[in-house]
C-alpha cells in the first residue's frame, strides 16, 4: 500500500474496531491516515446498569472512542443513530456516501455481512452500497466525489457467521500489547463484558488473535475478507505484510 492513504473504520459501535486495532496500528506506522465512524452513538452500551440514562451512555461511549481515535491521531465521527434500531433509509445512505467523501476514503474496514448483531449487518450493507456512490456525482453533495469509490475489507465476526479469512495480517508482540490497552479504553465495556463472560474484551481479542496467528506460524494475527462487489475490491497490497524486524519487539 502506498504512502498517504486514507483508512477509514465504519463500524456500528464504540469499540468495534477492536477487531483490525492492530492492522491500524501497522498502517498507521507505514505513514497511513486513520479515520474512525461509528454509526450509532452507543446509548444502549451501559446494559447492566439501570442508573444510567441514554445520553449518560452515549456520553460515556463518545468519550471512550474519542480516547482511541486520540491514540491515532485520527478524526473520529457519530452518525447518531440508535443503538441496537438501526435500519437503513435513503438518509443513513446519504450520510455514509458524505462522510467517506469527507474522509476522501481509500480503504474501507468495516463489519462482515452476516453477524450476531443487527447493527453490525445494516452497518455492513449499508457501507458496501454507499462506497458504489462515492465517485458519482450526481449522488454527492457539494462536489466533494472520490476519483473512485474505496476498496472494502470485512473484519472476522467470530465463529458461526460463514466468515473464512482469506487474508492475515502478522502482529508482533509490542502490537499485541497496544491493542490490549488500546481496546481498555473502552472500560465501560469491559465492564459489561465482565458481568457478562467473566473477562473482558481484551482478553478475548488476544486470544482469538493468538489462535488466527498460530495458522500462519506467527505469535498473532488478524483476519480479514475482501469485498468482491464490483469498484470495491482491495488488493492485498493494501494490507500490511510481513513483520519487519523492528516490528517483531
Given at each position: 500500500m502506498?504512502?498517504?492513504?486514507?483508512?477509514v473504520?465504519?463500524?456500528?459501535?464504540?469499540d468495534d474496531?477492536?477487531?483490525?486495532?492492530g492492522?491500524?496500528?501497522r498502517?498507521?506506522?507505514?505513514g497511513?491516515?486513520?479515520?474512525?465512524?461509528?454509526?450509532?452513538?452507543?446509548?444502549?452500551?451501559?446494559?447492566?446498569?439501570?442508573?444510567?440514562?441514554?445520553?449518560?451512555?452515549?456520553?460515556?461511549?463518545?468519550?471512550?472512542m474519542?480516547?482511541?481515535?486520540?491514540?491515532?491521531?485520527a478524526?473520529?465521527?457519530?452518525?447518531?443513530?440508535?443503538?441496537?434500531?438501526?435500519?437503513?433509509?435513503?438518509?443513513?445512505?446519504?450520510?455514509?456516501i458524505?462522510?467517506?467523501?469527507?474522509?476522501?476514503a481509500?480503504?474501507v474496514?468495516t463489519?462482515?455481512?452476516?453477524?450476531?448483531?443487527?447493527?453490525?449487518?445494516v452497518?455492513?450493507?449499508?457501507?458496501?452500497?454507499a462506497?458504489?456512490?462515492?465517485?458519482?456525482?450526481?449522488?454527492?453533495?457539494n462536489?466533494?466525489?472520490l476519483?473512485?469509490?474505496?476498496?472494502?475489507?470485512?473484519?472476522?465476526?467470530?465463529?458461526?457467521?460463514?466468515?473464512?479469512?482469506?487474508?492475515?495480517?502478522?502482529?508482533?508482540?509490542?502490537?499485541?500489547?497496544r491493542?490490549?490497552?488500546?481496546?481498555?479504553l473502552?472500560?465501560?465495556?469491559?465492564?459489561?463484558m465482565?458481568?457478562?463472560?467473566?473477562?473482558?474484551?481484551?482478553?478475548?481479542?488476544?486470544?482469538?488473535?493468538?489462535?488466527?496467528g498460530?495458522r500462519?506460524?506467527?505469535?498473532?494475527?488478524?483476519?480479514?475478507?475482501?469485498?468482491?462487489?464490483?469498484?470495491?475490491?482491495?488488493?492485498?497490497?493494501?494490507?500490511?505484510?510481513?513483520l519487519?524486524?523492528?516490528?517483531?519487539?
Open positions: 502506498s504512502e498517504g492513504k486514507n483508512v473504520c465504519v463500524f456500528a459501535h464504540q474496531e477492536m477487531r483490525c486495532l492492522t491500524l496500528l498502517l498507521r506506522q507505514a497511513h491516515r486513520i479515520g474512525f465512524v461509528c454509526v450509532t452513538r452507543g446509548d444502549k452500551g451501559l446494559a447492566y446498569d439501570p442508573n444510567v440514562d441514554f445520553d449518560t451512555a452515549a456520553g460515556v461511549r463518545d468519550a471512550e474519542r480516547a482511541v481515535a486520540d491514540a491515532f491521531d478524526e473520529y465521527r457519530c452518525l447518531g443513530r440508535e443503538d441496537g434500531f438501526l435500519y437503513e433509509d435513503a438518509a443513513l445512505r446519504h450520510d455514509l458524505d462522510v467517506l467523501c469527507q474522509f476522501r481509500d480503504l474496514f463489519h462482515w455481512t452476516e453477524d450476531y448483531n443487527s447493527d453490525h449487518v452497518t455492513a450493507r449499508a457501507v458496501t452500497d462506497a458504489l456512490f462515492t465517485s458519482i456525482p450526481s449522488f454527492v453533495r462536489g466533494t466525489e476519483v473512485s469509490p474505496p476498496r472494502i475489507f470485512y473484519v472476522h465476526p467470530g465463529d458461526g457467521y460463514g466468515f473464512e479469512a482469506t487474508h492475515f495480517v502478522p502482529l508482533g508482540p509490542a502490537h499485541q500489547r491493542k490490549t490497552e488500546l481496546i481498555r473502552h472500560r465501560s465495556q469491559m465492564d459489561v465482565r458481568t457478562m463472560r467473566g473477562r473482558d474484551y481484551a482478553d478475548e481479542m488476544a486470544d482469538e488473535d493468538r489462535r488466527q498460530a500462519m506460524l506467527v505469535s498473532a494475527a488478524e483476519t480479514f475478507r475482501p469485498c468482491l462487489a464490483e469498484r470495491r475490491v482491495p488488493v492485498s497490497t493494501d494490507l500490511p505484510g510481513e519487519e524486524p523492528d516490528e517483531d519487539q
